[in-house]
Nanobody, 128 residues
């Protein structure tokens, strides 16, 4: 089992940047595909990005392509989400998640049910 703790959220103006971090417990971090999701008030939880176990493959929702970058450091048991050129529509509670499931490609890791462990979330608010 793995425990996930997010940090790095905050209030930022439109066009600003934030870097979210996800610290994971346990010794088998490199065996998990990692993902970031977000949930805005009154909306369903939405996939944002995923990174493969060794960090080579990544996948993004269209709305963040070119602005967000997901990465991981297996030596530090951490995953990251660098968010640039933030927009008010990016305002949400951001969650990191870990999946033990194995699929044939990173593009399959886009649904809530494909992840096994979740953090408590970190709030990102983008003011206009």
């Amino acid at each position: 089992q793995v425990q996930l703790v997010e940090s790095g959220g905050g209030l930022v103006q439109t066009g600003g940047s934030l870097r979210l971090s996800c610290a994971a417990s346990g010794r088998t971090f490199s065996s998990y595909t990692m993902g970031w999701f977000r949930q805005a008030p009154g909306k369903e939880r939405e996939f944002v990005a995923a990174v493969s176990r060794v960090g080579i493959s990544t996948y993004y929702v269209d709305s963040v392509k070119g602005r967000f970058t997901i990465s991981r450091d297996n030596a530090k048991n951490a995953a990251y989400l660098q968010m640039n050129n933030l927009k008010p529509d990016d305002t949400a509670l951001y969650y990191c998640a870990a999946s033990v499931k194995i699929y044939s490609g990173i593009a399959y890791y886009t649904s809530f049910g494909q992840y096994d462990y979740w953090g408590q979330g970190t709030q990102v608010t983008v003011s206009s």
